[in-house]
């Protein structure tokens, strides 16, 4: 367990506990599967229709003909240079077994997706830089529309498909089933997440931002002032009053350490947020561990965050 006192990087105490057998050698006794998920979308307003897919972890404990088991969704963007497959291959899987094996964390399906056009075409420039056509806002002349490919292609496709709580795709359904539904992202696929918080607030009430800040729609190197950060996310609070959430965002150290933490400082006090881990009474935490930077820590993230998200 990694515990920071106030002071030592952050105004407030926070902690953040390894899963020690998350990385074990042995096969878990209880396994689940990954399938992938076709879709398209045309929601990035240059006449295009892009076929993509995502990639979809069921739990062990997933039957498809058990109708009266609904099960959470879990939303996992990816980072710089990565893919939907990243926890699909064997060596893997196991991460996420590891994860639900042990009874503590209440299984729930992830859902691993992507903010990339062709992830085959664009394979080796995408591993070397991660520099190819995105709808996340970072690829010039394409809008950053993939905060709408999420509500409007992904999440019907994925919870219509499955046992979730989700009986009725349209806004009015995805938005009356938020309560069962989280965003999380690492690395740039945390830029990814604040951007889901910012403009889909209202079909997600978990978030999990992971090892980035917030850009506030800033271009990603740029400097974000404070002001800017506060309005983006303080923005949708405003707006919905009547509608509970809760960020658990994460961040390593010393190398993660970065913008994030420095954005936590003010963002934990700000008007609208209330900081700890019941999300009855609170709505934001922020947990700081030893490691360093690579989506393949996402699980041991989860270990902590999972004991917060869906708890109602």
């Not at 070397?128 to 409007?152: H, L, Q, T």
């Not at 830029?191 to 889909?200: K, L, N, S």
């Not at 923005?235 to 009547?242: L, M, N, Q, S």
């Amino acid at each position: 367990t990694v515990t920071t006192q106030p002071g030592e990087l952050i105004g407030f105490a926070t902690e953040f506990e390894e899963h020690l057998g998350m990385h074990s050698e042995t096969p878990p006794e209880k396994m689940g599967r990954f399938e992938k998920l076709e879709y398209t979308t045309d929601v990035y307003e240059n006449g295009i229709t892009y076929p993509k897919y995502c990639i979809v972890y069921l739990p062990y404990c997933y039957d498809p003909e058990d109708q009266d088991r609904k099960y959470n969704v879990l939303y996992y963007q990816h980072g710089n240079t990565c893919e939907p497959e990243i926890f699909a291959y064997p060596e893997n899987q196991k991460f996420f077994d590891n994860l639900f094996a042990s009874g503590g964390i209440e299984p729930c399906i992830i859902v691993s997706t992507t903010y990339y056009f062709d992830i085959e075409k664009d394979k080796e420039e995408r591993k070397r830089s991660g520099m190819v056509p995105a709808g996340d806002g970072g690829w010039p002349g394409v809008k950053g529309n993939f905060w709408r490919e999420v509500i409007e292609d992904i999440l019907p496709a994925v919870e219509m498909r499955y046992n979730t709580y989700l009986t009725d795709p349209t806004p009015e359904g995805l938005r009356a089933t938020r309560d069962h539904r989280a965003f999380s992202g690492y690395s740039r696929g945390s830029v990814a997440t604040w951007r889901v918080f910012h403009y889909a607030f209202e079909y997600f009430r978990w978030y999990a931002p992971m090892s980035c800040h917030t850009t506030a729609d800033h271009a990603i190197r740029e400097p974000v002032p404070k002001e800017d950060v506060l309005e983006y996310l303080q923005k949708p609070v405003r707006e919905h009053p009547d509608l509970p959430f809760y960020i658990y965002a994460s961040n390593g150290y010393p190398r993660d350490i970065g913008i994030m933490t420095e954005q936590m400082k003010y963002i934990t006090k700000a008007d609208g947020f209330s900081f700890g881990t019941d999300p009855s009474v609170n709505n934001i935490y922020f947990s700081i561990s030893n490691f360093y930077h690579s989506d393949i820590l996402v699980p041991q993230y989860y270990y902590n965050s999972l004991k917060v998200l869906f708890k109602q």
